[in-house]
């Protein structure tokens, strides 16, 4: 895995939430985590996925842990994917590669896609303050 | 009155806000909040209205009472609409008190979205949903 958020601030303590994952899962402090049923999260991996935050903790797969944390309140270093440029201040949401962000549409709000709002014009591969408000 | 939502998880206390409301109405705790006038709101019955939380308290009718707090930061147990929705969708007030459906672009803009469902609710169920107003 690559491409994790990194804090830059967090507020509220990042306002973490806990959320269900597998035992069997692997998933990478800073990773976006995509919501899956019920109230269970993955590792982003794909587009048009709904996202909940930013894992806020180290998660090995078989380590007995069923539970991980998510950042959900905060400002955090996320990266464009390629052709994923945003301007300043536009919505972004989770791209086809993991951990990769790119603009935001419409749809991308009404499924939970958006991460959060650039708080610096992202160009290509570049990597960028984001708004998380989830 | 019936289908109030109910506490899971609050988060900052679940950040209540303070909005005015009639004294002659009554309010019970857990009813999703509609923003009616300037800063005032009422039990939500109206389909693409403003929300703006979950009651925190009860208010009965000509109690004296012209202010009533909205949980604003919380996951909360609340009834859906017939029609299945899939986990992750954005819902919405509806006409029907307190309870929620999927919300369209146009809930977007008039402020009628109230959270994301944090598990698939089939027709009528009960389900989490994560509100952050």
């Known amino acids: ?26 998933i990478e402090k800073g990773a976006i985590a995509v919501l899956t049923d019920p109230r269970t999260v993955i590792t982003h ?27 959900t309140d905060g400002i955090f270093d ?26 935001a549409d419409a749809n991308d709000i009404l499924q939970s896609s ?21 | 009155m019936a289908n109030e939502a109910v506490i899971i998880e609050l988060f900052n206390g679940g950040r209540p806000i303070n909005y005015t409301c009639a004294d002659n109405t009554t309010i019970e705790k857990g009813t999703i909040l509609e923003l009616s006038g300037d800063r005032t709101v009422i039990a939500n019955t109206n389909d693409n209205s403003p929300n703006v939380g979950i009651a925190a308290a009860e208010k009965v009718a000509d109690d004296g009472s012209t202010t009533i707090p909205a949980y604003t930061d919380g996951i909360f147990d609340i009834l859906t609409t017939s029609g299945t929705e899939g986990v992750g969708i954005k819902v919405s007030s509806s006409q029907t008190e307190n309870v929620v459906q999927a919300a369209d672009a146009a809930d977007l803009l008039s402020g009628a979205v109230l959270g994301m469902v944090l598990e698939t609710a089939g027709n009528a169920e009960v389900v989490a949903v994560r509100v952050n107003k």
């Open chain 1, 1 to 26: 895995m690559a491409a994790e958020a990194v804090i830059i601030e967090l507020f509220n303590g990042g306002r973490p939430i806990r959320y269900t994952c597998a035992d069997g899962a692997t």
């Open chain 1, 45 to 71: 991996a794909a587009v048009d996925t709904p996202i909940v935050g930013i894992v806020a903790a180290e998660k090995v797969a078989n380590d007995g842990a069923t539970t991980v944390s998510v950042y």
């Open chain 1, 78 to 103: 996320m990266t464009a994917a390629a052709a994923g440029v945003t301007a300043l201040g536009a919505l972004c949401a989770g791209s086809g590669t993991a951990n990769m962000i790119t603009v």
């Open chain 1, 114 to 134: 958006d991460v959060g709002m650039c708080l610096e014009a992202h160009a290509n591969d570049e990597v960028a303050a984001v708004r998380v408000n989830k």
